[in-house]
């Protein structure tokens, strides 16, 4: 508004001092002149200072008294008029109301500082989208989050030298924006391989723009409060987090909310997490190492091997339903893994063959050794089917996040139920007092 005016007041006056030049060619000349009505207008329309200057510059009009008169009065009477509009103006640009819109305008603009203001630490793992020091990508992605910022200012209240501004913030949906950015930042640090070992700002505004790249979000309306404080005429904006959460539609809140994920939803994402290794993760992750107890160096490690090559295969699961009471959770969950029973059962029909020859009679600890060892990796081999257990799996709210308790129930589970199986392979071979197969600590 204030370069429009200043335009205009150019642009005017230019027009005065050139019509009065020209003015004054036409008269030499004799020709058609412009009327004393069209300079008058142009003076009135604070076009006076230029016309004045054109009357000297080209003594032009000097002996007209309505000029020499008129326009020195025109001009005054105009300066009076600037001078209490600016009075009223100062006044008026002051108010609460113009400091928030001010504000607010920045903001709407997309304007680098302005957003920068609006990101602090609060104490959270979140602060480090509030870190102070933020690259020019950590900008732009602040920007595309302010991207459909818009405001209406509802009210304004004022006592003494206190006041309130009531404003209405239109943004993208935060809510959505928070659980699905919680969202990603836990599936990256539940990641048991995770490429990242530590979280650093860019880090957080790398999530923060992948996750407003890859969704959609709807625009919802809040609600923030202003407040300000009159010192030396003059009103300033008290900033605190509740003015900084508004502003953000919430944002804040809903990162720090330990409840913005579900405890199912938490839980599936620690599952998919384990559901994501390769086989070669799954060896780490158990610390597989002789895994069936065999003590047969020749073959435990094609025995492991094949193992873990059809867990990682297997390996699935199903939440068949998920109570939350508080902080406390829990969650029925169905583990889908190898068949241990299966491969147990052709284990031992392999054994009993192997018990039905002259050459297990013949052979020595070692021979007997080997050869068992070697059955059981032909029965892994030999397996092709799939089970299914049922366990309960607590959760934990800290605050902060839903911590999972994976016990040794869901590591039974996970292992295809080795204990129910092995039992049920021992109760069937203890007839000949004959354990084969250990069970694992």
């Known amino acids: 508004m204030e370069i429009f005016l200043i335009t205009y007041i150019i642009v005017i006056n230019l027009i005065g001092f050139l019509l009065m030049g020209i003015d004054k060619r036409k008269a030499i000349r004799n020709r058609w002149r412009i009327s004393e009505r069209t300079l008058f207008l142009v003076a009135l329309l604070f076009g006076c200072p230029g016309v004045l200057i054109g009357m000297y510059v080209f003594r032009h009009k000097t002996l007209h008294r309505s000029f020499r008169i008129g326009l020195p009065a025109i001009l005054a009477l105009q300066i009076i008029l600037l001078l209490i509009a600016a009075f009223q103006y100062r006044k008026f640009s002051n108010s609460p109301t113009q400091v928030v819109r001010r504000e607010l305008r920045q903001i709407r603009e997309l304007n680098a500082d302005a957003l920068q203001s609006l990101i602090y630490d609060n104490g959270s793992a979140e602060s480090q989208l509030a870190s102070a020091a933020v690259s020019s990508s950590g900008t732009d992605v602040v920007k595309r989050f302010f991207k459909n910022f818009k405001y209406d200012i509802q009210d304004e209240h004022i006592e003494d030298d206190r006041a309130t501004v009531d404003v209405n913030i239109t943004n993208i949906d935060m809510q959505a924006l928070a659980r699905d950015l919680c969202t990603k930042i836990l599936q990256e640090s539940v990641s048991v391989y995770s490429e990242i070992d530590s979280y650093t700002t860019e880090d957080y505004y790398r999530l923060l723009g992948d996750t407003l790249a890859e969704n959609t979000y709807n625009l919802a309306t809040t609600k923030a409060t202003f407040h300000l404080q009159k010192e030396r005429s003059r009103w300033t904006i008290l900033?605190?987090?509740?003015?900084?959460?508004?502003?953000?539609?919430?944002?804040?809140?809903?990162?720090?909310?330990?409840?913005?994920?579900?405890?199912?939803?938490?839980?599936?994402?620690?599952?998919?997490?384990?559901?994501?290794?390769?086989?070669?993760?799954?060896?780490?992750?158990?610390?597989?190492?002789?895994?069936?107890?065999?003590?047969?160096?020749?073959?435990?490690?094609?025995?492991?091997?094949?193992?873990?090559?059809?867990?990682?295969?297997?390996?699935?699961?199903?939440?068949?339903?998920?109570?939350?009471?508080?902080?406390?959770?829990?969650?029925?969950?169905?583990?889908?893994?190898?068949?241990?029973?299966?491969?147990?059962?052709?284990?031992?029909?392999?054994?009993?063959?192997?018990?039905?020859?002259?050459?297990?009679?013949?052979?020595?600890?070692?021979?007997?050794?080997?050869?068992?060892?070697?059955?059981?990796?032909?029965?892994?081999?030999?397996?092709?089917?799939?089970?299914?257990?049922?366990?309960?799996?607590?959760?934990?709210?800290?605050?902060?996040?839903?911590?999972?308790?994976?016990?040794?129930?869901?590591?039974n589970a996970l292992m295809g139920n080795m204990s129910g199986a092995i039992d049920q392979f021992n109760s069937v071979t203890h007839e000949t007092n004959s354990v084969i197969v250990a069970p694992v600590d």
């Open 239 to 411: 900033s605190d987090r509740a003015l900084e959460d508004g502003l953000a539609s919430g944002f804040i809140s809903y990162m720090n909310n330990p409840y913005i994920l579900s405890a199912s939803v938490s839980l599936s994402i620690q599952l998919d997490a384990l559901k994501a290794l390769t086989a070669e993760q799954w060896a780490e992750y158990l610390s597989v190492n002789d895994i069936f107890a065999t003590y047969n160096t020749d073959y435990y490690p094609a025995i492991d091997t094949e193992y873990i090559r059809q867990l990682a295969e297997a390996f699935d699961y199903e939440i068949l339903r998920c109570d939350e009471n508080g902080d406390h959770a829990k969650a029925a969950v169905r583990i889908i893994s190898i068949d241990m029973k299966n491969v147990l059962d052709i284990y031992k029909r392999h054994l009993i063959s192997y018990a039905a020859t002259t050459k297990s009679l013949r052979d020595d600890d070692v021979q007997f050794s080997n050869e068992t060892a070697r059955l059981l990796l032909q029965s892994l081999k030999e397996n092709t089917s799939t089970a299914s257990t049922d366990i309960d799996i607590n959760l934990q709210n800290n605050g902060s996040v839903w911590n999972i308790s994976f016990d040794q129930e869901f590591t």
